[in-house]
């Protein structure tokens, strides 16, 4: 059973974790108002197996974000565990893959260079004034934002149809505690003090 891709994982090298930090400052709108999960390895608790936990959240991951740099891609780990699933992933499952130049490097040799990048690659953030590159993660939250946001709401499940009164005639209903009359054609008994030979009746009174 295939899991669930709801969350949003970000890819990078701990020598960019200064990037790491401004991009999860700009999503953290999203993990408030609409309750997007974004993780990355900072999350693996102490103890947790984190090969493992990597490869859980691999699998959740309906976003990517790789911080790209040259740490990044000359990262073994990376090159091996986290991008070959999640191309596989894009290709496959309609997964959306980021990547955010933040340092000059080879990334048009890399295997991401087929994948529309955030920014220019000849454009890396660090060479970028400050405004520059808060609008780069800002254009990366307002894709996120949209993303997450024409998720399909969950709908509740019908209510079963009313249960309808039980029917005696045409426009007349009888209550459940009423007694049904005589079938048609039966004679009625005579009643006291009337001509035994009257019409019959039927049908509640």
Not at 85 to 90: I, K
Not at 178 to 197: E, T
Request: aromatic share 6%; charged share 25%.
């Amino acid at each position: 059973m295939e899991t669930a891709r709801t969350s949003v994982f970000i890819s990078y090298s701990h020598a960019d974790l200064h990037w790491r930090e401004m991009l999860t400052l700009h999503l953290h709108p999203l993990v408030r108002d609409q309750q997007v999960h974004v993780w990355s390895d900072k999350d693996i608790r102490k103890g947790e197996r984190w090969q493992d936990r990597i490869r859980r959240q691999l699998a959740q991951a309906r976003v990517a974000i790789f911080l790209v740099s040259a740490d990044f891609l000359a990262s073994d780990f990376i090159h091996a565990e986290e991008l070959p699933p999640l191309l596989v992933a894009a290709e496959r499952e309609g997964a959306i893959l980021l990547s955010i130049i933040v340092r000059p490097c080879a990334f048009r040799d890399s295997p991401l260079s087929s994948l529309q990048a955030v920014n220019n690659p000849s454009q890396p953030l660090s060479g970028m004034s400050k405004t520059q590159r808060e609008r780069v993660m800002l254009s990366v939250y307002e894709e996120l934002r949209d993303v997450f946001r024409a998720q399909p709401e969950k709908t509740q499940p019908p209510e079963p149809p009313a249960e309808k009164p039980a029917r005696v005639s045409p426009g007349r209903t009888r209550p459940a505690s009423a007694k049904p009359g005589p079938k048609p054609g039966a004679k009625a008994k005579p009643k006291s003090g009337k001509d035994a030979s009257g019409p019959a009746t039927s049908g509640p009174k």
